[in-house]
Nanobody
Framework: QVQLVESGGGLVQAGGSLRLSCAAS????????MGWFRQAPGKEREFVAA????????RYADSVKGRFTISRDNAKNTVYLQMNSLKPEDTAVYYC??????????????????WGQGTQVTVSS
């Protein structure tokens, strides 16, 4: 069992930056593929970014490429999402997720086994 706790959300103006963190419990964090998803009001949860256990394979949604960076520190059991050049359309609850069964980072919610409670990101125009 893995528990995930997100932090770092908040209110920021368009063009600003935020860094989200996701702290994981469990001794096998380094073996998990980790992902970030987001869900805006009235919309389905959507993929944002994912990273393989080693950090060598990263995937991004087209909407965030060049603006967001996912990284991880296995020694700290933490995955990060650096968000730059934020836009109002980035406003959503951001969720961290862990996948303990696949090597290639997935982009679908059903590929992930564990989820955090989410952190709100609001970007004002």
């Amino acid at each position: 069992q893995v528990q995930l706790v997100e932090s770092g959300g908040g209110l920021v103006q368009a063009g600003g930056s935020l860094r989200l963190s996701c702290a994981a419990s469990g001794r096998t964090f380094s073996s998990y593929t980790m992902g970030w998803f987001r869900q805006a009001p009235g919309k389905e949860r959507e993929f944002v970014a994912a990273i393989s256990w080693s950090g060598g394979n990263r995937r991004y949604a087209d909407s965030v490429k060049g603006r967001f960076t996912i990284s991880r520190d296995n020694a700290k059991n933490t995955v990060y999402l650096q968000m730059n050049s934020l836009k109002p359309e980035d406003t959503a609850v951001y969720y961290c997720a862990a996948d303990d069964s696949t090597v290639v980072p997935g982009t679908s919610t059903y590929e992930y086994d564990y989820w955090g409670q989410g952190t709100q990101v609001t970007v004002s125009s």
